[in-house]
């Protein structure tokens, strides 16, 4: 009974944080961290922080080896700055703004890397998230999610594709067509896609859930999902987690090649891993592109906690990393491939989110800690 009480405390608080983020809606009631972002020098760290008080979220940026001191970095005067990242020739940010005046709605803004010429990229119509830059830094990946009309309503956001968009802004285009129920999304928070270093090749993070209409009752569907797990939807959009989990074998994390991209593959994770496959987030590639790190869901005392893992794509070895037993998200290797910063909400899923630095060579854990002063 007790596992059993711990389990679906840990559900409410990744439903809530599903509701929250798909919303657009910002739920955090603590001060809190956001991802964060290297420089290409590895000096810099961008990152976003919210002020409970005065319920703004905006992008920062620090020295590594200076005087620990943040920097605002846009003049935004409302609004929550998100999931920033940093242009391969250092010269221009890209980010996601969240508007307060409207809930289902998100856009990526691209900037000077100093926050000079903040501009939107895309229209009003959809939600944007998670961006990333193409290794020549003239195009911008990221997520496109639009509403789900079969089975799911209110304020979910769903049917989950890659986009693309030239940095000026022109030549909008469909990267992937599959209408994924999720896709390159975290509850922890949203998970970006990864992009090889040779520029060809997208991790993304997928959940390719299908309506397969059966109905449980006269208020539920059932939503069956290619990677082997279920969800039930509440007509009124409310879901309900009803996992399949597995360990070994096919993963939630897929290879997206940028040439065929209707081509895509599960990565396959060896046998009898500790971790459950199909709940694997946050990708991203070590700078020589021969291994994936990543996050992944295991059994702790009270309900999954997540750590990190490296996987070796070419021996197919599996390597834990992290032993904290915490809900850890939002990976960024250095450009050097030497540190990984990552958040961790704790044990049991605060929305008071710390930044960590882990060292690979020695495995050393660091919690960052900066003033962070923000003007209303």
Not at 222 to 249: F, I
Request: hydrophobic share 30%; proline share 5%; aromatic share 10%.
């Amino acid at each position: 009974m007790r596992r059993w009480s711990g389990f679906i405390k840990v559900i409410s608080a990744v439903i809530i944080s599903l509701l929250s983020i798909s919303c657009g809606i910002n739920m955090k009631t603590e001060s809190s961290y956001g991802p964060a972002t290297f420089s290409p020098d590895g000096q810099t760290l961008v990152f976003s922080y919210f002020d409970a008080k005065i319920d703004k979220e905006y992008l920062y940026k620090v020295r590594l080896n200076g005087d620990n001191k943040p920097i605002r970095v846009t003049q935004a005067t409302s609004g929550y700055e998100r999931n920033p990242t940093i242009s391969p020739d250092g010269k221009l940010l890209a980010y996601e703004f969240h508007d307060p005046r409207d809930a289902n709605k998100s856009n990526i803004y691209i900037a000077n890397s100093d926050g000079s010429d903040s501009r939107r990229l895309c229209d009003d119509s959809c939600f944007y998230a998670s961006p990333v830059f193409s290794s020549n830094s003239k195009t911008i990946y990221f997520v496109r999610l639009e509403r789900h009309e079969d089975g799911i309503k209110g304020h979910s956001q769903h049917e989950s594709d890659l986009f693309a968009v030239n940095v000026d802004g022109s030549h909008l285009r469909r990267i992937t067509n599959y209408k994924f129920y999720e896709c390159s999304r975290n509850p922890m928070p949203l998970s970006k896609p990864a992009l090889s270093p040779d520029g060809e090749t997208l991790v993304l993070r997928v959940e390719p859930y299908e309506v397969k209409r059966k109905e449980m009752t006269s208020d539920f569907h059932l939503l069956e999902s290619k990677a082997g797990r279920a969800a039930a939807v509440k007509s009124e959009g409310s879901k309900l987690l009803q996992m399949k989990n597995s360990k070994g074998g096919d993963s939630s994390l897929w290879l997206c090649h940028i040439s065929n991209p209707a081509q895509l593959k599960s990565i396959c994770m060896p046998n009898a891993v500790n971790f459950y496959t199909n709940e694997c987030y946050d990708p991203c590639f070590t700078p020589d592109g021969k291994s994936l790190i990543f996050t992944a869901a295991s059994d702790g005392d009270k309900g999954f906690v997540y750590e990190i893992y490296r996987l070796d794509l070419v021996n197919s070895q599996i390597k834990q990393l992290t032993n904290l037993h915490e809900y850890l998200s939002a990976l960024q290797s250095s450009p050097s491939g030497k540190t990984i910063i990552f958040l961790s909400a704790g044990p049991s899923y605060s929305n008071q989110k710390s930044l960590y630095r882990l060292n690979l060579d020695s495995g050393v854990i660091t919690q960052l800690h900066y003033f962070v002063t923000m003007n209303p």
